[in-house]
C-alpha cells in the first residue's frame, strides 16, 4: 500500500504541476500495473479461501473479502477500460454497493460525496430505527410515508402520538395521511409560500416544543408529549 500511495502521490503531483500529458500517461500505466500484480493475488487467495475467511471472527476481515471476492475483479477490468481503453460508463465508485448516488450538502466544509442516503427516526429514549433504503438517495417527503408504516410494523397500530421533521419532509400528502391516521401531535413544518392547505390541527404551542425537540433526523415518538416545567 505504501509503493502504491508513492506511485498516486507522484502522478497528482505531476497532473498538478501540468507535466505534458505523455509523462503522465507513463506513471498512469506504471500505477496501474503495480497495483494489478499486488492486487490480483489477493482476489486469487479470496477465490480459494474465500469461504473461511467469510468465518473469521474478525468483521473487518468479513466485510473485506466480501466487498472483493464481489466487485474486485470488476473494478480491476473496469479501470483498465475506462484508463486505457477509453470505455464510459465503467466507473466503479463502491466496492459494496452498486447504486451510489452523488450528494453536494451546501456546506463550505464539505465537497462532494459518494454514498447512499438512509433515513433515520428517533423515538423516545433516544433510540434511533433506520429505514429500508430502496434507492441511492431517499428523498425526504416520499420517504416519510414508508417510515410510518416501519414505525407501525415495530410499534403497532395508532402508536404514534407525534412527530416532528424538518422542511424537506412536508407535503400536502403528508400532513393529510398523519391527519387520518389520527396522530395528535403533528409538526410538518410548511414551506414559505402559499399553500391551499388546510389549516394547522396541532396548536403552535405542542408545535413549538415538538420544533426545538427535532434534531437534524426525522422525529417519531411512541409516548404523548409532555410539556417540561421550567
Not at 4 to 33: D, H, N, P, S
Not at 99 to 104: A, H, M, Y
Not at 141 to 159: N, R, T
Request: glycine share 8%.
Amino acid at each position: 500500500m505504501t509503493h502504491l500511495k508513492y506511485i498516486a502521490l507522484y502522478y497528482f503531483t505531476l497532473k498538478r504541476k501540468q507535466v505534458e500529458a505523455g509523462v503522465l500517461q507513463v506513471v498512469l500505466e506504471r500505477l496501474w500495473r503495480d497495483t494489478y500484480q499486488e492486487v490480483l493475488p489477493i482476489l486469487n487467495n479470496i477465490h480459494r479461501f474465500g469461504h473461511r475467511l467469510r468465518q473469521s471472527r474478525h468483521d473487518v476481515i468479513q466485510r473485506a473479502v466480501e466487498a472483493l471476492s464481489w466487485r474486485g475483479a470488476s473494478l480491476l477490468k473496469n479501470l483498465h477500460a475506462s484508463i486505457f481503453e477509453g470505455a464510459v460508463n465503467v466507473d466503479i465508485q463502491s466496492l459494496h454497493a452498486y447504486d451510489v448516488g452523488c450528494f453536494d450538502k451546501g456546506k463550505l466544509n464539505k465537497g462532494l460525496e459518494l454514498g447512499r442516503a438512509y433515513q433515520l427516526g428517533r423515538i423516545g429514549g433516544d433510540f434511533l430505527y433506520v429505514g429500508t433504503c430502496d434507492s441511492g438517495y431517499m428523498p425526504d417527503a416520499p420517504s416519510l410515508p414508508k417510515m410510518l408504516k416501519i414505525h407501525e410494523k415495530l410499534f403497532g397500530e395508532a402508536s404514534l402520538q407525534s412527530i416532528a421533521t424538518d422542511k424537506g419532509y412536508y407535503s400536502l400528502a403528508n400532513e393529510q395521511a398523519l391527519i387520518k391516521q389520527g396522530v395528535p401531535d403533528i409538526h410538518l413544518p410548511r414551506p414559505s409560500r402559499v399553500l391551499n392547505a388546510a389549516p394547522e390541527t396541532t396548536p403552535w404551542s405542542i408545535r413549538k416544543l415538538l420544533h426545538n425537540r427535532r434534531s437534524d433526523i426525522g422525529v417519531l415518538r411512541t409516548a404523548p408529549v409532555n410539556v417540561p416545567s421550567g
